[in-house]
């Protein structure tokens, strides 16, 4: 069984063109996050959502929309394609922190590569 | 501004001996730390992790040890094994679902 999915896992377009990114967990984790992996593979934090509530939103432009239509589910559009949004994007899914000090593993998808032309 | 980093792009370990991977962060409210291992085509699998109430922690093969005044911590693999090849991330936390991640380490374990 496959805990974080994300689909499509390749995706080439122009640019201009707007496209979405679907992500599904069956994990029964409340927070769901975006994460972009650029060329120097950072790993950077987009977006999270908890019960379906956006808690992080970090400095994306706002031709990113996530959208959230339940727990398991948090899908990433972006309109008006650019180059510079190529790049790898995970999903990943956690429960939420327990104890005062502990964070919470997350469990990543596989990534969709995107490559704006 | 990148508050977990990873120093060594990559490391080269003969199969059977230790390796020994880097991270280093800067913001001392980090409480917690996490190792991924990541193999092409693959998202991120979790390894092993540690809490600042400890310096060590052992799993297996797997050792991570944490340097609070140092602001360092370190992945010990023994012994090595050509499956172990991979990209590692570090990662840190403080007391939020926010990760932090190192750029990867990229582990070749030479038969």
């Known amino acids: 069984d496959t805990a974080v999915s994300q689909t499509p896992k390749y995706l080439v377009t122009q640019m201009g063109n707007d496209k979405s990114i679907k992500c599904e967990q069956n994990l029964g984790h409340d927070t769901m996050y975006w994460y972009k992996q650029d060329s120097k593979k950072f790993l950077k934090i987009m977006f999270s959502?908890?019960?379906?509530?956006?808690?992080i939103n970090e400095t994306v432009p706002n031709r990113f929309s996530p959208k959230s239509p339940d727990k398991a589910h948090l899908n990433l559009h972006i309109n008006s394609l650019e180059l510079g949004d190529s790049a790898v994007y995970f999903c990943?899914?956690?429960?939420?922190?327990?104890?005062?000090?502990?964070?919470?593993?997350?469990?990543f998808g596989p990534g969709t590569r995107l490559l704006v032309l | 501004d990148q508050q977990v980093k990873q120093n060594s792009p990559s490391l080269s370990v003969q199969e059977g001996r230790i390796s020994i991977l880097n991270c280093d962060y800067t913001n001392s409210m980090f409480d917690y730390f996490l190792w991924y291992k990541k193999y092409p085509a693959e998202g991120p699998t979790f390894l092993i992790s540690i809490s600042s109430i400890k310096d060590k922690n052992e799993d297996g093969r797997f050792t991570v040890f944490l340097n609070k005044s140092a602001k360092h911590l370190s992945l010990h693999i023994v012994p090595s094994q050509p499956g172990d090849s991979a990209v590692y991330f570090c990662a840190a936390s403080a007391a939020s679902n926010q990760f932090y991640f190192g750029t990867g380490t990229s582990l070749t374990v030479i038969p």
């Open positions: 990943a899914s956690s429960q939420d922190p327990g104890l005062a000090g502990e964070g919470e593993t997350q469990y």
């Open positions: 959502y908890n019960n379906k509530e956006l808690i």
